[in-house]
């Protein structure tokens, strides 16, 4: 085996809530990336997309994270890598997630998988740390594990995969760039504690929520009282897109990652059709480009085909 696919999906972090502990995986959109293993020592990294990233291993999210493995490894083993990015930089999807997990699991699996998912949640870090300064794993977790996460602690890694019902997400990425560096910087550095209590509350409540196939109880959980109410305004059009979504019914939703794209969770695909038109109406009343899709939660996370020679 000298070279394997990889489907990298989208993924939604924070889920509301969540902050840095809660994401799951979405099955559209995905990137492809393609990895063969070689005798000529190195990583080598071509860029089949319109986005101009990197292709210095040291400045692209995924030949960091590979770095990062390599330096395990006990054999000179080197790399060639192909990225055909569907999921745009800064759209608040995981788009470094997914190059970052994506190129760790292939690794993996050309190496007779060695390494444990941990392991690999670890090693894709590295990436998330070049893309925004901070070594989080909300969206490489579900990446790996698929389905929805919840990231106990980083240090030590402790990673918990929770069951969930079936539920579609509706997703509207207008066409701007919210930076996470930059959605970092703007948040409060201290909270009251009667907003700390809620959002405790709120996150065990979605937890539950998912655990216990309770929509009602994902709904009533599905509420940030510390992050969004700063960085929503980064998003034109979100508080908007949020409650005629929800008049809709959809069970609620907010900004994906850090923005600018906005998530909706809904029990019915024909409710997350309707949220998806919403979406529409909003944006083209503003003149924004933007991209909407309307997909499920993805339980098998990052797919891989063998490439028969």
């Known amino acids: 085996m000298s ?26 959109p ?24 990197p292709t210095i291993p040291e ?67 590295a990436g998330e740390k070049l893309a925004s300064g901070v ?20 240090f030590p890694l402790d990673i918990v995969s929770l069951t969930a019902p079936p539920m579609y997400v509706a997703v509207v990425h207008p066409q701007i760039e919210v930076k996470t560096s930059d959605a970092r910087e703007i948040l ?45 305004m980064l998003i034109p059009g979100f508080d908007d897109v949020k409650k005629k979504s929800v008049d809709a019914g959809a069970l609620g939703g907010g900004i994906s990652g850090s923005g600018p794209s906005i998530f909706m969770l809904c029990e019915e695909k024909n409710t997350a059709l309707k949220v998806e038109k919403i979406m529409k109406d909003i944006y083209d009343n503003t003149g924004l480009k933007y991209h909407t899709y309307v997909t499920t939660i993805n339980n098998e996370g990052i797919k891989v085909e063998v490439n028969n020679h």
């Open 30 to 53: 995905y990137d492809v990336m393609k990895l063969s293993i070689s005798e000529t020592p190195g990583i080598r990294i071509q860029h089949n997309d319109v986005y101009n990233l």
């Open 135 to 154: 070594k989080h794993a909300d969206n490489i977790s579900p990446g790996i594990y698929g389905g929805i996460t919840l990231i106990r602690s980083i």
């Open 188 to 232: 409060r550095k201290e909270v009251l504690l009667k907003d700390a209590i809620k959002q405790w509350g709120n996150i065990a409540g979605l937890v539950a929520g998912f655990m216990k196939n309770d929509y009602g109880l994902i709904s009533r959980s599905l509420e940030d009282v510390i992050i969004e109410p700063v960085r929503s």
């Open 59 to 125: 400045q692209n999210v995924a030949g960091v994270s590979l770095l990062e493995m390599m330096q395990e490894l006990d054999s000179h083993y080197g790399f060639d890598l192909v990225i055909e990015k569907h999921i745009k930089p800064g759209s608040g999807l995981g788009s470094s997630a997914a190059s970052a997990a994506g190129v760790v699991v292939a690794a993996n699996h050309l190496l007779g998988n060695i390494f444990s998912k941990e392991d690999l949640v670890r090693f894709a870090m």
């Open 3 to 28: 070279s394997v696919t990889v489907h990298a999906p989208a993924t939604i972090a924070n889920l509301v809530c969540g902050f840095d502990v809660l994401g799951l995986a979405l099955n559209d």
